[in-house]
């Protein structure tokens, strides 16, 4: 790999020759947001509280049984922009647009492993701003977990926000399994 990313184009990525392609998603974690959940009769709340852990954890595509690839069915238009070099794939995004709430979903967002850092990330994030202004929507949205902070943190610095909580996508025990789906939103100007 070329040690200059900045000469690498962000292209469209075909769909014939991309559908399914697996993303490893692996990181490990030494922090988390803690959620706390407070539901009475007068009102709600929900506490995010960042801790870190006693041990690392490590999350692995393996152990969700790979769910994450581009072009999947369920997100039917989605469109995929990546950086290919030597017909090898170093970052991706795929954009879906949700029509009946005027928002571009970022689906996935993977940059390799070995050339993380580089700043693919943040370029692939400014190209999913402008095609959301581009095309007019009210926001970008996206899923990550309470449980991938340096994920939360990236989108902070590109912008994004809490968006919404739930407290019961994965399981029927999120908050106490450490892993509570966190909704981002970018609302673009």
Known sequence: MDNSVENMEIRLLEREKWRGFVLDMDYVACERYETRVSDGK???SIT???RKLSAPESHTS???????KLYQDHFPGARAYGF???GRLAGVIELYAEEWANRLRVTELWVRADV????LGGRLMDFAKAEARRQGRRM???ET????VNA???YRRNGFVLAGVLLADYSNNDPGRGEVRLEMGYYPT
């Not at 393996?62 to 994450?68: A, E, F, T």
């Not at 977990?145 to 991938?148: A, D, E, I, S």
Request: charged share 35%.
């Open 84 to 86: 290919v070099e030597n």
């Open 140 to 142: 970008i949205i996206l």
């Open 116 to 119: 993380r850092r580089r700043g």
């Open 42 to 44: 007068d009102g709600s």
């Open 62 to 68: 393996k152990q969700y049984d790979y769910p994450d």
């Open 152 to 154: 939360i943190d990236f």
């Open 145 to 148: 977990q309470t449980c991938n």
């Open 48 to 50: 995010l509280t960042r």
